[in-house]
């Protein structure tokens, strides 16, 4: 991204006025429930994906700020970590989420197709995340996604 890594990881970690404005149409429903920035945040939101949708509350945590920032599940092992580095002036971000499957024969297709969904999810969550950055640096008023 051409943005710095500090102002892009200001937009994931603010729960309240950034990080809702680039979601992919996958989430909806996106609520903060507790802070709003950060470490000790509570949020909550609806992702549809693969003809499922399920109702996430997620608890933010910041084991390297400036840097790592979790997003894990009140209710499940699924997490998701953002990682943010400096990179030739702006930064490169990932986005990663890992949790215990179901098992039997639902979990073997939960494997086999969750990360794919998941996989173009974030593609196109870090392309609007790149959008939102320049239309700011820009001095242009974002669009609204979520």
Do not use: I, M
């Given at each position: 991204m051409s943005a710095p890594a500090e102002t892009v990881y200001g937009y994931l970690a603010d729960m309240r006025e950034h990080h809702p404005r680039f979601l992919?149409?996958?989430f909806s429903d996106f609520e903060v429930q507790e802070g709003g920035v950060g470490d000790g945040t509570l949020v909550s939101y609806k992702v549809t994906a693969g003809g499922r949708a399920r109702v996430y509350r997620m608890k933010?945590?910041?084991p390297d700020?400036?840097?790592i920032l979790t997003?894990?599940?009140t209710e499940s092992s699924l997490r998701?970590?953002?990682t943010v580095l400096p990179k030739d002036g702006g930064s490169l971000v990932r986005i990663s989420t890992e949790w215990q499957g179901a098992g039997g024969i639902g979990g073997i297709f939960e494997r086999l197709f969750a990360?794919?969904?998941m996989r173009r999810i974030y593609a196109e969550e870090l392309e609007l995340?790149?959008?939102y950055a320049r239309q700011?640096?820009?001095g242009s008023a974002p669009s609204e996604t979520a």
């Open positions: 992919p149409s996958a933010v945590s910041e700020p400036g840097r997003e894990s599940d998701t970590t953002f990360p794919r969904v995340l790149d959008a700011r640096a820009d």
